[in-house]
């Protein structure tokens, strides 16, 4: 049913009963003078204001219809509510916008809406809890398939199925084990110097470096050549920070503790390097500088890089790569 609105000619009009009619033309309804502070030009300036023009009017020879069933409402109806309780419903009491529907339809299929979607959402969290519990459970039967295991080609071959899901600790703690049989030879050692570094500008070209020394007894290390790690007889992981100075709190102070990684029975002293200061390492291998990065001490490594850089130790090593079935 279309009608045109008397006062402002507009078509855009929503049918309340069958007779009325309320405007929703959008009109002009008023004047906003803006004042010189807010236009900026010394000048008053004239906007006009739009909106609903709200107009309701009569149309003449229609005949009556049902009530609106809604309480209290009592106009006649233009049509049925379109949700679950089909009544007869005046054009104020359906809904504004979308399909015409009562307040309490429209007010049920909400709270439809929202409990499929919690009850969705609930679903996906007990399906992400258990895929959790799954892959804490797979990882800690990892862990504990690694934990009598002392023989390097077992515990290669479990390393080499379950990387991904064996924790560091574990990984450590099998490495411990390993590296007290003596089955994996260690090709490194880790050795404790004290000494201090000295700088190109300021030091003499001949000079050996200052009193680089060693002291202690050195630690068995094994070297994950594609990782750059070293691992010592406790499990504990180093990384170099340039070529094989390992750490230590300031290399360029006299006295401070710091660690070499050298081939195992190598020997060492100290030059001045190239990049200003450092360690190079002699005989057995061309001179190589080993200082000059940030000192670091100790790092942790993830756990899947740890088993990787077991793997690594152990596919390398004599040992194990004459023990396997077929060689690689
Ligand atoms: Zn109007
Ligand atoms: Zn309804
Ligand atoms: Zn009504």
Known sequence: MSATCPKCGGKDVKQ????LFECETEVQT????????????GMFERHALYGPCGHRFQVPGIAAAPPCEIPRCGRDSVGRCQGQCGRRLCGLCGAPRGPFICA???????EEKRRVAEEQEEAASRKREKAARQLADRRQSADQELAPLSDPIEILHVL?????LLGRKACAAAWVRLAETGSVTPGH???????RGHFLICGWQSDPGWNWHERGKREDAWFAA?????FDNQGREWRPTSALLLGGPNPFLKGEKNW???PHGARFHTRLSLHGWGLVLLPNS???????????SRVELSDDAYARAMTEILRGSESVSSALPESR
């Open 189 to 195: 050692q880790i050795a404790t110097v004290f000494g």
């Open 286 to 296: 061309p001179p190589r500088t080993v200082a000059g990065g940030q000192p670091l």
């Open 16 to 19: 309340v009963t069958p007779a």
């Open 260 to 262: 070499v990684a050298l």
């Open 104 to 110: 309490d339809c429209l007010k049920a299929q909400a």
């Open 160 to 164: 080499e199925r379950k990387s991904e």
């Open 30 to 41: 008023d004047w906003f003078d803006a004042p010189p502070e807010v236009t900026g030009t």
């Open 226 to 230: 594609e990782s750059d790690i070293y």
